[in-house]
Every structure is written in structure tokens, then in C-alpha cells.
């Protein structure tokens, strides 16, 4: 594998930095560890090369990346990345973030201790490119290059000079979505350095100044959001027919009353789910009106513009989008009335409403809100519901969504249920805080441009795919049907591409699915199976 | 009067620096919830990461927070170097004993000032001088063998060379020249301890009867330009620290009636990125921006 220097970074603008090999990478366990059986990587082909801007891993993220024709295109660019490096560093355009971003940037002692924490640079096989700090240090010495007064002078003196060209922006910007974001290095670093912010916050220059974005995550998803409802394209009459098919399908399979509320004035508790599970996973937001209706609790789905879909792409890459999508479910809330605002199985939903957007709704915004683990294990334990466990008498795992569990500290809820309800429940190795992200954080599971999809799979995914084979260990085979329980939508996405690159449905048994389901199929009131092992 | 105002004036430059600093961070604007498991002050939970966030509507019950567990936590951190022994055992041993160099040096120091005190007032303590004599030696080893051994480690370390700059290896040198004169100083004197505490004294009594000698002089220089040098540098991370930690990653308080303020004062600021989706021809503020959508 080639040895990177940071300097490379400015080099041969319209040649990748490096190539994946597949042999390079970490091996996984049988069945597995073949690579010659499993698909590799989608090579571009000579039309995208000469086409997209891809001059990072061979992969390409945006094929929206423009690609001037000429140095003075290049050279305007490049002046929009200094505006925006000025302005991550300016109080009034960078409030959100200000402090932390200074703090990363000052602070590092450069010891690399973060580096064996991040599952995408263990799983590449410890390549250069991945390392947490090799994106970080670079656009660090621009920022004191170029921030900071006599940073060109330093930087030639001290021998941290780096060059900012075209090559070193684009491969930038496609290196900040090499990232999920999911922390475990900042959790590493004895200084307290976030290497994950760093690149937040190099994302939020590309979107906040030059319009850089995946499509995924901006055009097709916090505007899409805000204009029609959902990322999904899902309008709100289109939402409640889905849903509303689904209540007559789902009555029909389980025998009982299956009916969500809609916008109902005054209710105890707003439930926001991510619309991508009425598509995707209909099994879920089935399973919480099944469990809501069951306990009897005074509960309501909004109509309105937003308020079915609570995913919020502007927590990876956009303050001013996060804030908008953030404060249009407060506002959906307050209108409504409801006392509380439940989160549905939604990992990043949870940081940006619980959390990071608690410093920004105000006044009557600021609405309580609410967990789904908690709510669930108090609904699990109410004695408002009869389970029987032994109907969950499968292998289940549980995967800990980073936004959830190491950025919230919501670790223990869902555990309680799991031991109660599923009698073969077995821990990954680690987990909890210390857990590996599935790969699709960041946003990057729901972005599939080019052939991303690709090293998704191969390169981001590649730790969580072992831990959980790892898991199953004891029942290695097809013949025992295992669970991996996923509560939050965008990690099911990651997993639901990663079980269908490696076939592990079929050479392993394994599928995917949310924590509300598995509380349903223990019911004793629903007398058929409701967890559907592989289209059964 | 040269040592008087080289020692004095070194000490008040240190703590204006490092004061400017310290001032220049706090008073950055508040910033948006970016906390971080495992939060120690979590009295029950903090053992596996756990927060507040898991109690059934957590706003309405009371929060039980630990003191003792964020002393305990930050204690071990600091002395121990607790994450660099969990995430990275190889460089531990080196990163202690440079860190623990330091910190008895650091030690030494203080019981000489604490000594030179007590003498101002006509007692002396042999003892004190003894225990400091032999605490600066085992800090000037420690610290000498802990540089010596991270420059070779950045030097021979695949992963740590391309991060090491001209800055980080001068860095080193630095603090291995302090170490080193330290270390020839201890050898030449009798009592270094004794010999320190006495020109601390005669430098709070501004006696004119200071006087000295090679290599102590080396040393004292060195290491009082070094004390100059070290807040204009990332080596202040100790302070650094407090922050990332305590108003960062620990910072978990939900918003209160004084955070409100600050926040729709921040809101109130322009919004000056130029992407088409925030830019507007009438410029607009936080507040106006957050709650509008403008199209792409």
C-alpha cells in the first residue's frame, strides 16, 4: 500500500491519492474471507474518469462535483474555499461550532492515538488516507496558513506548508465523506480533539459556501424535506395513503386493529418517524401504532409538511439546514399541542432534535422530546402489554446506532427490553459506547452516487459486518435464523446494503430489522409470526 | 537585579500570555450540544456511558451528578494518562514518563518555593530540602529518558512521522535542554533543592546577594524562557483540556432560562455564507434564516 505524505494532497490534481485493493483490506470470517468469491469494487469506467472529478480512492461520492475547464474557474473556487475557511473561524458565521472547531484545531498534540480507533481506517487495511488526522492536520495548516496572521510566513518556516490548489479542494471535499462521523475518535483523544467535527465542519464550508453537497443529503433531502415533507419524496397525502394501506394490510396479517392517528389536536405525544421506514422497513412505524394502540397511549402522527419524517440531514453537513428542518417539528409540535415529542428509530434524529438543536428552539419551541428507547421500555414494562418471549427463541444482536448510544448516552433502555424479550440475545464485542459504527453514518448510507455504494460496503461497513458474524459465531450457518436489531433507519439502510453485497441473508441467515418489531412478535395477542424471515 | 527581573518578569509574562488565552477561549460564544459518552458526572451511570437521556421523561425528574467521579476520572487522566493507555499502550510508557518528568519537576519546584516561604520567616527544613533534592532528580531523568524516547518513537513511527513538524521535534529539544541542564545542575550541586530555594528567596526578598553559577544559570535561563515560550504554544493543553472536556464533550445541562438569552442574542447575528440556499439579496440574521427556506 502507498505511504501518503500530507503534502500529496496538492499533487497530480486528476490522479487518485491511492487505489483500493480488496486483498488489502481487513479479512473477515468464513465464509467470508475469500476475495476472490466476493463481488470487489465497481472500477470507473473511462467515460467517468474523463467526466467526474475523481481524483481521491477511485471513488466517487458526487458526480456533482464540478469540473472547470480552465485555471480561472479553478482559481474562483478556490477563493470561495478561503471566504468560507475565514468564516468557519468568524463569530457571527460560526457560532454554532466556534469554540470546538478552535479547540480541534489548537490543540492536537499529534500523538495518532485516534487513529486505531476508527473502524474505516482499521477495516482499509491502515491506510494513509483514512486516518482521522490525515483530512484533519491538512486542512488544519491551511487554516493557520490562511486564517491566521503570518500563517504563510509559519508555514514555511516550520515545514507545514501546504498547498491549496484545485487537487487539494476536491480531494477534500470527497475525503469529508470518507467519514461517519460516529466520534470514536474524539471518544480516544486525550486532548478531547474531534476529528469527526473537523470534518462536520469542512463539509459545512463546501455546503455553506460553494453549494458542494451530495444530492442525497441536501437537494434530495433537507430541501426536499422542507418543500414537500420528506427526503424520501414522500408528499403528506402520499405519506397517509402508504400508511393507511399498510394499517389495512397489516390488520388483515395479524388479526387485530391495526390504526394510526393522525394529526390529532392535543394528544400526549407526537411520534416522529423516519419516513424512509414506511418504504423501506413498514414493519416499524406498523409496530409502533400495533404497541402505542395496545397500551393505550393518547398519541398522534402529523400530516404536515415535515412533520411525518424526522430525519435531519443538516446534522452532517449544514447548521442553517439543521436549524430549519429542527425548528419546522418544533413548530408542527406546538401547533398541535402535544406534551411531548418522541423520537421513532432514528439514530442522527435524536442528536440533532434532543440535543445539538436544544441551543437552538427557543421559547415555546423548546418542547420536551424524547427517546424511543425510554419510551419503549416504559411501554415494555407497563404491564399494559402480555408478552411471551419465548416467541423471540432466535439469535439476536443488538447494534448500538452511534448517535443514540456514544453521542447521547441512551445505552441501557433497549438492553433491558432485548434481555427480557429475547432469550438468545448476545452482545457485539465492543459495544455500547465503545461500539463500531455500521458504516452508514454521516449520511452516508443513504448516498449511493457513482459507486459509492461500493466502498460502503467494502471499506466503511467492513467492521461492523465482522462484529456481527463475530456475534453469530456459535451458529454460523443458514439454517438458524438470526437477528440483527438496528434501532435507527439509517444503519437498517447500511446493513440492508451490506447483507445484500456479501448474500449474507442466504450463506449466514441474517437479517436486519428494528427494535419495536421484535417487541411486537413477542406479543401474545398477535398469533402469527410478525417478524418475516426472508420473505416467508 | 539581572535574575530579579528576568525571573519576576518571565513568571508575569507566563501568566499574561497564558491568561490571554485562557480568556480568549472562554469567552468564545456558546455553541450548539456536541457531548460525548462516557459522561463521568452521570452518578449511576457513568460506569457504561450512560446518561440522563435514559430516564422516562427525564425532564421531570431530578439529575443526580458526581463531583468526586469527574476529580476521580480527570485525576487519572492527567497522572495516568488514562486514554492513552486505552488507545494507544505503545505510546504510553514513553507518554508517562515524559508527562511524570514533568510533573516532578513541577513537584520539586513547588517544594523549594514552599521551603524558600517557611525560611523567609527564620525556619528551615532539611527534610523538605532532601525530599524536593530527590524528587527533581527522578523528574530531570524521567523527563530526559521520556524525550529522548518520543523523538525516537516520532522519528522510527510510520504513523507518527509525517505528523511530527520542525515544531513538535523543537519542542522536544526544548524541554530535553531543561531536563539535561536540570540533570548537570543536580550533579554539580550539593543540594540543588537548597541551592533553588534559597535564590526563590533572595528573589521574593529582592537580595542583591544572588549569585548563579554554571550550569544552575544554564537551567534557570533556559527554563525560564521555555516558561515564556510554553503559552504561545499547543503545549498549554493542560489547559486546553478543561475545555474540551468540561464545556464540550461533558457539557450535557439542557437549556435554562440564561442559556436562553445568550442563544437569541447569537440569533440575532447576520448570516453572511454565500450558498445559494442561504444567501438572500436582504441579509438576514440566525433567527430569520433558521425559520424561512429559501430555495436552492
Known amino acids: ?536 | 537585579m539581572f535574575w530579579h527581573g528576568f525571573i519576576i518578569g518571565s513568571i508575569v509574562v507566563f501568566i499574561l500570555i497564558l491568561a490571554y488565552r485562557i480568556i480568549r477561549i472562554a469567552s468564545l460564544p456558546v455553541h450548539l450540544r456536541w457531548e460525548l459518552a462516557p459522561i463521568p458526572h452521570e452518578r449511576d451511570r457513568s460506569k457504561y456511558g450512560g446518561s440522563y437521556l435514559e430516564v422516562y421523561e427525564w425532564w421531570q425528574k431530578p439529575r443526580k451528578k458526581s463531583l468526586t467521579a469527574v476529580i476521580k476520572y480527570m485525576a487519572v487522566e492527567i497522572l495516568l494518562l488514562r486514554a492513552i493507555w486505552k488507545y494507544n499502550r505503545a505510546l504510553w510508557p514513553l507518554s508517562l514518563t515524559f508527562h511524570a518528568g514533568i510533573y516532578l519537576v513541577i513537584l520539586a519546584i513547588l517544594l523549594s518555593i514552599i521551603h524558600a516561604l517557611v525560611s523567609i520567616g527564620g525556619a528551615t527544613s532539611e527534610l523538605l530540602l532532601d525530599i524536593a533534592w530527590i524528587i527533581a532528580i527522578t523528574g530531570y531523568v524521567l523527563g530526559g529518558l521520556g524525550v529522548v524516547g518520543l523523538i525516537l518513537k516520532r522519528i522510527s513511527n510510520e504513523g507518527l512521522r509525517p505528523f511530527s513538524s520542525f515544531t513538535t521535534y523543537f519542542n522536544l529539544f526544548f524541554l530535553g535542554a531543561v531536563f539535561l541542564t536540570g540533570y548537570m545542575s543536580w550533579m554539580k550541586a550539593e543540594n540543588l533543592a537548597a541551592d533553588m530555594s534559597l535564590i526563590i528567596k533572595q528573589t521574593l526578598t529582592l537580595d542583591n546577594a544572588i549569585n548563579i553559577s554554571y550550569p544552575l544559570s544554564l537551567h534557570i535561563g533556559l527554563s525560564l524562557v521555555f516558561l515564556i515560550y510554553l503559552p504561545m504554544t499547543n503545549m498549554i493543553h493542560f489547559i486546553a483540556k478543561y475545555f474540551t472536556y468540561h464545556e464540550i464533550r461533558w457539557d450535557d445541562e439542557p437549556q435554562d432560562a440564561k442559556m436562553t438569552v445568550k442563544i437569541l442574542g447569537l440569533m440575532k447575528q447576520p448570516v453572511g455564507w454565500a450558498s445559494s440556499h442561504i444567501k438572500t439579496e436582504e441579509k438576514k440574521n440566525w433567527a430569520d434564516t433558521s425559520s424561512g427556506h429559501e430555495k436552492t
Open chain 1, 1 to 536: 500500500m502507498k505511504k501518503l505524505k500530507l503534502t500529496d494532497i496538492a499533487a497530480n490534481e486528476n490522479t487518485p491519492l491511492t487505489e483500493l485493493n480488496i486483498d488489502e483490506l481487513i479479512p473477515l470470517p468464513p465464509p467470508y474471507d475469500r476475495a476472490g468469491d466476493l463481488p470487489g469494487f465497481r472500477q470507473l469506467t473511462e467515460d467517468q474518469r474523463q467526466r467526474l472529478v475523481c481524483n481521491l480512492d477511485g471513488v466517487v461520492s458526487y458526480a456533482g462535483l464540478p469540473k472547470p475547464e480552465n485555471e480561472a474557474e479553478k482559481k474562483k473556487y478556490i477563493e470561495q474555499f478561503l471566504g468560507g475557511l475565514k468564516k468557519l473561524l468568524d463569530k457571527e458565521n460560526n457560532w454554532t461550532f466556534l469554540q470546538p472547531l478552535i479547540l480541534s484545531l489548537d490543540y492536537c498534540a499529534q500523538c495518532q492515538t485516534c487513529n486505531d480507533a476508527c473502524p474505516v481506517y482499521l477495516a482499509s487495511g491502515r491506510n494513509d488516507l483514512y486516518r482521522p488526522t490525515y483530512r484533519s492536520e491538512i486542512f488544519r495548516r491551511l487554516i493557520d496558513k490562511y486564517g491566521k496572521t503570518g500563517g504563510k510566513l509559519r508555514a514555511r518556516l516550520t515545514g507545514k506548508d501546504i498547498r491549496l490548489n484545485w487537487a487539494t479542494i476536491t480531494r477534500l471535499y470527497e475525503l469529508s465523506y470518507r467519514c461517519n462521523l460516529c466520534r470514536r475518535c474524539a471518544q480516544a483523544c486525550p486532548m478531547g480533539v474531534d476529528n469527526a467535527l473537523i470534518t462536520r465542519e469542512l463539509r459545512k464550508l463546501f455546503s455553506q459556501e460553494l453549494g458542494w453537497a451530495p444530492k442525497e443529503l441536501h437537494e434530495k433531502g433537507t430541501v426536499l424535506q422542507l418543500e414537500v415533507g420528506s427526503p424520501t419524496g414522500l408528499n403528506p397525502r402520499v405519506a397517509i395513503d402508504n400508511l393507511e394501506f399498510l394499517d389495512e394490510e397489516f390488520s388483515e396479517a395479524t388479526g387485530i386493529d391495526v390504526k394510526t392517528v393522525w394529526d390529532k389536536q392535543g394528544a400526549d405525544v407526537l411520534l416522529i418517524h423516519s419516513a424512509g421506514d414506511i418504504i423501506s422497513f413498514p414493519e416499524s412505524p406498523i409496530s409502533f401504532t400495533i404497541l402505542c394502540n395496545a397500551a393505550g397511549i393518547n398519541w398522534t402522527l402529523s400530516s404536515e409538511i415535515g412533520g411525518y419524517d424526522g430525519v435531519n440531514y443538516g446534522l452532517f453537513y449544514d447548521d442553517v439546514q439543521l436549524a430549519r428542518v429542527a425548528i419546522r417539528h418544533a413548530e408542527i409540535a406546538r401547533k398541535l399541542g402535544v406534551k411531548k415529542i418522541v423520537m421513532g428509530e432514528c439514530g442522527h434524529q435524536h442528536k440533532a432534535f434532543i440535543t445539538v438543536a436544544d441551543r437552538v428552539l427557543t421559547g415555546d419551541l423548546n418542547i420536551p422530546r424524547e427517546s424511543v428507547m425510554t419510551f419503549l421500555e416504559n411501554l415494555v414494562f407497563s404491564g399494559k402489554i402480555e408478552f411471551d418471549p419465548s416467541k423471540n427463541d432466535f439469535p439476536v444482536t443488538l447494534h448500538d446506532p452511534c448517535n443514540v448510544v456514544r453521542n447521547l448516552g441512551i445505552v441501557e433502555p433497549q438492553r433491558r427490553i432485548l434481555r427480557y424479550l429475547c432469550p438468545q440475545f448476545r452482545e457485539m464485542t465492543p459495544s455500547g459506547v465503545d461500539n463500531y459504527c455500521c458504516g452508514g453514518g454521516g449520511g452516508l448510507s443513504v448516498m449511493s452516487d457513482v459507486n459509492f455504494t461500493d466502498w460502503k460496503v467494502n471499506v466503511s461497513g467492513r467492521m461492523k459486518f465482522k462484529q456481527v458474524l463475530e456475534a453469530f459465531a456459535d451458529v454460523p450457518g443458514p439454517e438458524v435464523n438470526k437477528y440483527v436489531c438496528a434501532p435507527c433507519l439509517n444503519c437498517k439502510l447500511q446493513f440492508r446494503d451490506i447483507f445484500e453485497h456479501y448474500g449474507a441473508k442466504e450463506r449466514s441467515g441474517i437479517i436486519c430489522g428494528g427494535l419495536a418489531e421484535l417487541i411486537v412478535n413477542a406479543m401474545v395477542d398477535i398469533k402469527t409470526p410478525f417478524i418475516k424471515w426472508f420473505d416467508d
